[in-house]
């Protein structure tokens, strides 16, 4: 906001006018912008990790399509980040990946904490931490999960 003031006879500063100046609509703009990235990065992340889930899964899109009851075209979508979806189709794609939902959701940040791993996230569980971990090719992942499972099938 800009100020515009006079001096009047008296000494004092008479405010004429406020208005938005130039230098604050630019911080407007440049804070919008980074918000815009931020979100773009955020939906890139989920989709990376939709994708990696479903490739696990050993899904095809129309599967997994057909699974959630969420068409292939808008799937496709959001796996490049294109689309927000909401909770209930987020929901619908946990199901179908068996991840649990606050993965996914903490993955899309809408839990508080933002990230998995982040501070107020949910506590994931052995195989969510796996499927969440970054670091690992999705062969590392699925050898991982095959030998977790194995050990947890021989000690039940």
Same mark, same amino acid.
Request: no cysteine; glycine share 6%.
């Given at each position: 906001?800009?100020?515009?003031? !006079?001096? @009047?006879?008296?000494? =004092?500063?008479?405010?004429?006018? =406020?208005? %938005?100046?130039?230098?604050?609509?630019?911080?407007? @703009?440049?804070?919008?912008?980074?918000? #815009?990235? #931020?979100? /773009?990065?955020?939906?890139?992340?989920?989709?990376?990790?939709?994708?990696?889930?479903?490739?696990?899964?050993?899904?095809?899109?129309?599967?997994?399509?057909?699974?959630?009851?969420?068409?292939? %075209? +808008?799937?496709?979508?959001?796996?490049?980040?294109?689309?927000?979806?909401?909770?209930? !189709?987020?929901?619908?794609? $946990?199901?179908?990946?068996?991840?649990? *939902?606050?993965?996914?959701? *903490? /993955?899309?940040?809408?839990?508080?904490? =933002?990230? !998995?791993?982040?501070?107020?996230? %949910?506590?994931? #569980?052995? =195989? @969510?931490?796996?499927? $969440? @971990?970054?670091?690992?090719?999705?062969?590392?992942?699925?050898?991982?999960?095959?030998? +977790?499972? #194995? +050990?947890? *099938?021989?000690?039940?």
């Amino acid at each position: 906001m800009v100020t515009v003031a !006079v001096m @009047d006879t008296d000494g =004092e500063d008479e405010v004429l006018e =406020e208005r %938005p100046g130039r230098r604050s609509r630019a911080l407007k @703009d440049r804070v919008i912008k980074e918000q #815009s990235q #931020s979100l /773009q990065a955020h939906l890139e992340t989920l989709g990376n990790f939709i994708h990696s889930q479903r490739k696990l899964a050993n899904l095809s899109l129309r599967e997994l399509a057909e699974r959630t009851n969420v068409s292939n %075209p +808008y799937l496709s979508q959001i796996e490049r980040g294109l689309h927000e979806p909401s909770v209930r !189709v987020l929901r619908s794609i $946990a199901r179908a990946l068996n991840v649990s *939902a606050e993965t996914l959701l *903490a /993955q899309a940040g809408i839990l508080e904490g =933002e990230e !998995v791993g982040g501070s107020g996230a %949910p506590e994931l #569980s052995t =195989e @969510d931490a796996i499927r $969440a @971990d970054r670091f690992l090719s999705n062969s590392q992942k699925e050898a991982l999960l095959t030998v +977790y499972r #194995s +050990y947890r *099938a021989a000690s039940a």
